[in-house]
């Protein structure tokens, strides 16, 4: 089955830029998508298609997607980005499923 | 506006069933894929369940495959999810998630989640 892999943790101080990976075997050839999550929320969709944002997602919030990785950045951090972020595919090989990374938790210093 | 609310969660013993139900508003729910997605106490969002737009294709995660169902009935605007033989590892908010299209791709609205705990 199709693994995803994101750190556990990233941190990184208030204006400065945060990049979160998503590693996967040829994940370049895939679409992916970005969920930002607070505690007690339900997960909010930030990327999706490696680089689009919904309307309402500022532009600080950016993706790519090539190779064996694909990159989540946010631009000029703020607090209020402090959350989990999860990576997501869907698997269309034989065992048909929805794959999300582990997680990872941004902490803003 | 997108509204998607979960009911139906609660305590159930292992070896138990219960039947989520998630009550779809806002847009035109039988022309969309819906998914049921988990979320166990203190870990990361672990997809469940996928529905067809028109209940014709019906895909599960391995670990929930022969005890879980998912169904739709479109005249009522609401997504199920019966599930069967419980777990304690069951344990966790079940979501339920609209996808961008038909078939499943991306969810782009979410409910709020319905706890289920499975315990003696």
């Known amino acids: 089955s199709y693994v995803l892999t994101q750190p556990p943790s990233v941190s990184v101080a208030p204006g400065q830029t945060a990049r979160i990976t998503c590693g996967g075997n040829?994940?370049?050839?895939?679409?992916v998508h970005w969920y930002q999550q607070k505690p007690g929320q339900a997960p909010v969709l930030v990327v999706y298609d490696d680089s689009d944002r919904p309307s309402g997602i500022p532009e600080r919030f950016s993706g790519s997607n090539s190779g064996n990785t694909a990159t989540l950045t946010i631009s000029r951090v703020e607090a209020g980005d402090e959350a989990d972020y999860y990576c997501q595919v869907w698997d269309s090989s034989s065992d048909r499923r929805g794959v999300f990374g582990g997680g990872t938790k941004l902490t803003v210093l | 506006q997108v509204q998607l609310v979960e009911s139906g969660g609660g305590v159930v013993q292992p070896g138990g069933s219960l039947r989520l139900s998630c009550a779809a508003s806002g847009f035109t729910f039988s022309s969309y894929g819906m998914h049921w997605v988990r979320q166990a106490p203190g870990k990361g969002l672990e997809w469940v369940a996928f529905?067809?737009?028109?209940?014709?294709?019906?895909y599960y995660a391995d670990s929930v495959k022969g005890r879980f169902t998912i169904s739709r009935d479109n005249s009522k605007n609401t997504l199920y999810l019966q599930m069967n033989s419980l777990r304690a590892e069951d344990t966790a908010v079940y979501y339920c998630a609209k996808d961008i299209t038909g078939t499943p791709y991306y969810f782009d609205y979410w409910g709020q989640g319905t706890l289920v705990t499975v315990s003696s």
């Open positions: 040829n994940i370049g050839s895939k679409s």
């Open positions: 529905i067809r737009y028109d209940g014709s294709n019906k």
